[in-house]
C-alpha cells in the first residue's frame, strides 16, 4: 500500500507541473447563415455548404498557429460527431466547410412512405490541446438540418392508345431550385413487374413499352436519394375501348 501510495502522489504532482507549463486558450468561430447574434439559429437544407470561420488564441490575445481544430456536430441521440476538421494559420485562423447532411443512422428495410423531416444540432469548434496550450471549445450554435424536395412527374407521349400500340413514359425528377437531379435508387413497376428505365441525361428518364395490351396499364415510379423528400410517380395508360 505504501509503494502505491508514493506512487499515485508522485504522478499527481507530475500531473500538476505538466498543467502548469499549459496556457490557456480561447476557441472562437462563425457559422454562415445564422439568423441569431447569440444562438446561430441557422437553417440549412441537405447539400448546402455551411463555412466555420474563427481563431485560436491565447488568453492574452497571442494567436496559436498549427493546431488542429474539430468541428463537431451534437445531435439529440446524445452523440458528438466530427464533420469537420483542419489546423490554424499563422494567424491562428481557420476557415472550414462542411455539406450539410443528416447524421447515419442504422436503417430498417426502406418504408417508401417515410418522410424524412429535419435534424435539430448545435455546432461547436473544438481544440483538444498539446503540450503548450489547454483545450478549449467555442461557444455552442444551434441549428435545423431539413430535408430538401424533389418533384417527380411521368408522363406519356399520347392520352389516349389502341391495343398493341408502343408507347414512350417519360420520367422527370426536379428539385426546388428547378434544377434536374438524378435519385439514388429507381424502381418502376410496369402492371406490378420491375421494369428498368432508361436514363437519357441528368433527372430524365425514358421507359418504351412496345406493345400495349387490352389493357388500362398502370406505372408506379418509386425514386428515393438521401436527405431528400421525394414523391413517388403514378401513371395509367388509357387504352381506346377499355372502360
Known amino acids: 500500500m505504501g509503494v502505491m501510495l508514493v506512487m499515485s502522489t508522485a504522478l499527481a504532482v507530475s500531473n500538476t507541473s505538466f498543467a502548469a507549463k499549459q496556457k490557456a ?36 490575445g497571442e494567436p496559436i498557429r498549427g493546431a488542429e481544430i474539430n468541428i463537431v456536430k451534437l445531435i439529440p441521440k446524445p452523440e458528438l460527431v466530427v464533420i469537420a476538421s483542419g489546423v490554424t494559420g499563422i494567424e491562428g485562423d ?5 455539406t450539410a447532411e443528416f447524421t447515419e443512422i442504422e436503417k430498417a428495410p426502406q418504408d417508401v412512405t417515410q418522410k424524412i423531416f429535419q435534424e435539430n444540432v448545435a455546432i461547436f469548434a473544438q481544440f483538444e490541446g498539446d503540450d503548450q496550450y489547454m483545450a478549449s471549445r467555442s461557444a ?34 426536379v428539385d426546388r431550385n428547378d434544377e434536374f437531379i438524378d435519385p439514388d435508387t429507381l424502381r418502376v ?13 441528368t433527372g430524365s428518364y425514358t421507359l418504351t413499352i412496345e406493345s400495349l395490351p387490352k389493357e388500362h396499364t398502370q406505372l408506379f415510379v418509386i425514386p428515393k436519394k438521401d436527405g431528400y423528400n421525394i414523391e413517388n410517380g403514378y401513371l395509367t395508360i388509357i387504352v381506346d375501348g377499355l372502360k
Open 25 to 60: 486558450s480561447v476557441l472562437s468561430m462563425e457559422i454562415s447563415g445564422c439568423t441569431n447574434s447569440m444562438t446561430c439559429n441557422a437553417d440549412f437544407l441537405v447539400g448546402d455548404e455551411v463555412t466555420f470561420d474563427g481563431v485560436l488564441t491565447t488568453a492574452d
Open 140 to 173: 455552442k450554435n444551434t441549428a435545423v438540418i431539413h430535408a430538401d424536395l424533389i418533384d417527380t412527374f411521368v408522363n406519356s407521349d399520347k392520352n389516349l392508345y389502341t391495343q398493341g400500340q408502343s408507347a414512350i413514359v417519360f420520367m422527370a425528377f
Open 189 to 201: 413497376l410496369l402492371n406490378d413487374q420491375e421494369v428498368e428505365a432508361e436514363k437519357k441525361k
Open 94 to 98: 481557420f476557415a472550414l466547410s462542411w
